[in-house]
């Protein structure tokens, strides 16, 4: 480690017992990856019927944009305010996505961005080194291995003292477990209502609860795995957060990845030429409806300013990042 690395201090972290692990482990890891080979036969067998592919998408959408709008840039990062109504409705459809408690995300994402490709991030896919088999492995880690293996969190108390002040964010966080089965039982009832019967509510269980609850997981963990290791980089960073434009369009903007790294609290992450970021278009349309305001957005003098020149570093002269990261303290 050089001297300019930060280290993690022992307070931004908080142990994690092994039950939670495993907790984290079932839902996080093994469960999505289960819910998408039962897909397949399901699929195969019975087909999906448009009723619910509409309601998957419904709830695919509120998921998607309520952990980039509503999780990322609203309470991770302040890139906006907005009005109580608005900020009660984009953490409930955060919550939709089940990717935990808002201010756990919260906390770990803010310590991703101090430390990001360095030792203390929690998800870097170059922690175990740069080529081949670590980099594979690296990958997996960032993806979804880190849930399970991370002995340490990170400390809310450290991180979002701001999020545990907020009344509203701590109500939220203790219903958390009420909005899991809401995420579940809404495109249920949505189903039943729709066909009038238990098979149409039980297939948009499947579709729009559990198949979609484990696609949106994988493609919000692209961003932490394929976005800070493939795509072009425009912009001068010191980590290796890059642009992926399918991972973009999954997750509706949050794969412009690049510069977000360069200005986390800028409301848009697609600014450059032909870079689609419906997350920073809803943004502006709540803007313009009064229910959003002091939005942070991008400055031209900026993004200039930190392109990087046409002699800097491709993907493989670029200084590499430290080789097989130690471990943050403590985490055996
Ligand atoms: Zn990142
Ligand atoms: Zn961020």
Redesign the pocket.
């Known amino acids: 480690m050089t001297s300019r690395t930060p280290q993690p201090g022992t307070a931004e972290m908080v142990t994690v017992t092994t039950g939670r692990r495993v907790a984290y482990l079932v839902v996080l890891v093994l469960l999505p990856v289960l819910l998408l080979a039962l897909a397949v036969p399901a699929a195969w067998g019975w087909g999906v019927g448009p009723r619910d592919l509409v309601i998957a998408a419904a709830m695919y959408l509120v998921s998607i944009f309520g952990i980039a709008i509503g999780y990322?840039r609203l309470f991770?990062?302040r890139a906006f305010k907005a009005g109580r109504a608005l900020r009660i409705a984009l953490m409930l459809a955060g919550g939709m996505a089940v990717e935990g408690p808002l201010t756990l995300w919260a906390a770990e994402?803010r310590r991703h961005?101090k430390y990001a490709d360095r030792e203390g991030d929690p998800h870097s896919p170059w922690r175990y080194g740069d080529s081949g088999l670590a980099l594979l492995r690296g990958m997996a880690h960032a993806h979804v291995g880190w849930f399970y293996t991370a002995r340490h969190r990170s400390s809310r108390r450290h991180w979002v003292p701001d999020l545990l002040a907020d009344p509203d964010v701590r109500r939220f966080d203790a219903a958390y477990p009420g909005v899991v089965l809401l995420s579940f039982a809404l495109p249920a009832a949505a189903g039943g209502l729709w066909s009038m019967s238990w098979p149409g509510a039980w297939s948009a269980l499947l579709w729009g609860g559990l198949v979609r609850y484990a696609v949106v997981h994988h493609v919000t963990w692209s961003v932490n795995s394929i976005a800070h290791t493939f795509g072009d980089r425009p912009f001068r960073t010191r980590d290796r957060s890059s642009n992926v434009w399918w991972v973009a369009m999954l997750t509706l903007g949050e794969g412009w990845h690049n510069w977000?790294h360069v200005e986390?609290a800028c409301a848009r992450h697609g600014v450059l030429r032909g870079q689609l970021d419906p997350s920073a278009r809803l943004i502006r349309w709540f803007e313009r409806a009064g229910w959003a305001h002091g939005v942070r957005w991008p400055d031209p003098v900026r993004l200039t300013a930190r392109r990087a020149g046409p002699a800097s570093p491709g993907p493989a002269e670029r200084p590499a990042a430290p080789r097989g990261l130690p471990p943050p303290p403590g985490d055996a």
């Open positions: 990322h991770t990062h994402h961005h977000h986390p």
